[in-house]
């Protein structure tokens, strides 16, 4: 069983930045990829981003450049930089991870853009 615990959401005006954390409970968390989905009012969930154990990243192309996945294996922490921020990033972020054909996700943080 995997805990996810995400925080550092908030209000923020456009064109600011925040970091995201996401803190998983459990052993092994270098083994195990990380990733972020959002899902803002109305609409579809939506792939943010991703790190392997291995620190490599992938990205959707409408994020490349703004925002910014990272590990800290130490803490057991996954992070999202969210920089120069828009109004349409309002949405609510979840971080996600799958062990043995098991998917787990936190329980979200909520970020809001204003303009």
């Known amino acids: 069983q995997v805990q996810l615990v995400e925080s550092g959401g908030g209000l923020v005006q456009a064109g600011g930045s925040l970091r995201l954390s996401c803190t998983a409970s459990?052993?092994?968390?270098?083994?195990?990829?990380m990733g972020w989905f959002r899902r803002a009012p109305g609409k579809e969930r939506e792939w943010v981003a991703f790190?392997?154990?291995?620190?490599?990243?992938n990205y959707a192309d409408s994020m490349k450049g703004r925002f910014t996945i990272s590990r800290d294996n130490a803490k057991n922490t996954v992070y999202l930089d969210l920089n120069s921020l828009k109004p349409e990033d309002t949405a609510v972020y979840y971080c996600?991870?799958?062990?043995?054909?098991?998917?787990?996700w936190g329980r979200g943080t909520q970020v809001t853009v204003s303009s």
């Open positions: 996600y991870t799958s062990r043995a054909n098991q998917a787990y």
């Open positions: 459990g052993r092994s968390f270098r083994s195990y990829g």
């Open positions: 790190i392997r154990g291995d620190g490599s990243t």
